[in-house]
């Protein structure tokens, strides 16, 4: 697995589609660096890209606020059917079945939904466009379900309306931002298909 940059407190690495990002990435990585690791934020388990973990209780508590004061900037890059705005920046409410493990927009707030909203710019366009996305809020699927909702699913996402013969959503965690120890990092990885 790619490390990006480790230090006494944190470990931050690309994690690879297809490991589960709360057990399999923690173990990799406690395999290559030794002593314990603490998950701070999370990513489908079909979904790749740069992750920050912390190395200590500490650092989990420290990194912890970090997310909760929104200092952490999580940005994307994904690839969706057709055409979406040049830039936009949205906001929904998004209700999220656990049964069917399935989100959905809503129109009304009522118990379990919550507010969700990111911005993003259109990268490229035609009947695939790349785009690059700003999270806001860290809901489960919520980049998924935003863009599926406005009739642009992301290639590869069969849960969501995608129809084609990709594997895994075109989704990838690109950058993070963050404060750690008085100075802002920035890790900053693309995928293939965004190069």
Known sequence: MQQLYSDDGIAVCVKPVGLDSEGEVPAELKQQLG??????????????????YARTKQAAAALSKVIQDGQMVKEYVAVVHGTPPESGDWEDLLFKDSRKNKVFVVKRERVGVKKARLEFTRLSAGERSLVRIRLHTGRSHQIRVQFASRGYPLVGDHKYGSRDEAAAPLLFSCCLRF????RERIFEVLPEWAQ
């Not at 002593?35 to 920050?52: A, F, Q, S, T």
């Open 179 to 182: 404060p750690w120890k008085g």
């Open 35 to 52: 002593g314990e690791i603490y998950p701070v934020h999370r990513l489908d388990k079909n979904v790749g890209g740069v992750m920050v």
